[in-house]
């Protein structure tokens, strides 16, 4: 058997006000495999997402990544192999320039000048953002910002992508060119999204999260198409998939 590219085993978190966020959470991405996650607000997403590079370091339960399991030992290393997209790009961009802030991982990575320049550039182009380079992140449009707080994820080379809501505040353009770029990548993906019509274009499974629970998994074609189940868990079948047949 192949080592999945993730593996999530019986995570549970709760937050110092005691709200159980994530209850036993287990699932296993395949390498290069897009997964959907999806769920009602405040099902628990953005939590679970947090686990998977560190930022909340699993305590009850285990994420692994490839073959390392994650502790506060292991963190530098799957930092690296795993690329977090926030929700907000301006939780990820804060240097005076677009190319500062594409090169800030590799630079703290240490790698050498023309390594950190080739990094930032190849992760710019591949975004479609490198004529952005000189400008000051915060007067991007939302959809430039996301595209390079993408940029940032790349300019690592990560295993995984993780992304938490791509498409949430983009316009309609904006949010085609992010799917299509979606489409391309090679990596593994998880992607947390109200964005059903993503999770068609991009994804081959979907993760159900509610109450913190994994309710529901399987090909996007039998979840998204699950009526009842959709609606007992705050979702709804998507319009495209009368028309459209996934993967
Ligand atoms: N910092 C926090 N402190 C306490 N509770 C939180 C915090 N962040 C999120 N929660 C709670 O944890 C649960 C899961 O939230 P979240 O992971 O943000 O869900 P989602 O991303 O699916 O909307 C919710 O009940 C939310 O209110
Ligand atoms: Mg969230």
Do not use: W
């Not at 959907?36 to 560190?54: D, E, M, P």
């Not at 939780?91 to 000048?113: C, K, N, R, S, Y």
């Amino acid at each position: 058997m192949n080592t999945p590219a993730l593996a999530v085993r019986d995570l549970s978190f709760a937050y110092p006000d005691g709200t159980e966020a994530l209850r036993r959470v287990s699932f296993q991405i395949p390498r290069g495999a897009a997964v959907a996650l999806v769920g009602a607000n405040g099902a628990g997403k953005s939590t679970l997402l947090l686990h998977l590079n560190g930022y909340l370091m699993p305590r009850h339960g285990e994420v692994s990544i490839a073959n390392t399991t994650l502790t506060p030992a292991t963190a530098s290393i799957v930092r690296r192999a795993v690329g977090m997209v926030f929700q907000d790009p301006d939780d990820q961009l804060f240097m005076p320039t677009v190319f500062e802030d594409v090169a800030f991982g590799p630079l703290h990575a240490g790698l050498p000048p023309a390594d950190v320049e080739r990094a930032a550039t190849d992760a710019l182009q591949r975004v479609g953002m490198l004529h952005l380079r000189a400008r000051p992140p915060h007067k991007l449009s939302a959809g430039e910002k996301r595209a390079v707080a993408i940029a940032t994820a790349l300019a690592m080379a990560p295993d995984v992508l993780v992304l938490d809501e791509p498409t949430s505040n983009l316009d309609p353009r904006g949010r085609r060119r992010l799917i299509d770029l979606l489409r391309s990548f090679d990596h593994s993906r998880i992607i947390a999204t109200h964005d059903l019509e993503l999770v068609v274009e991009v994804c081959t499974h979907v993760l159900v999260l509610d109450g913190g629970q994994i309710v529901a998994e399987g090909p996007v074609a039998v979840i998204l198409n699950d009526e009842p189940l959709m609606l007992a868990h705050g979702l709804e079948r998507p319009h495209i998939l009368r028309h459209h047949h996934p993967h």
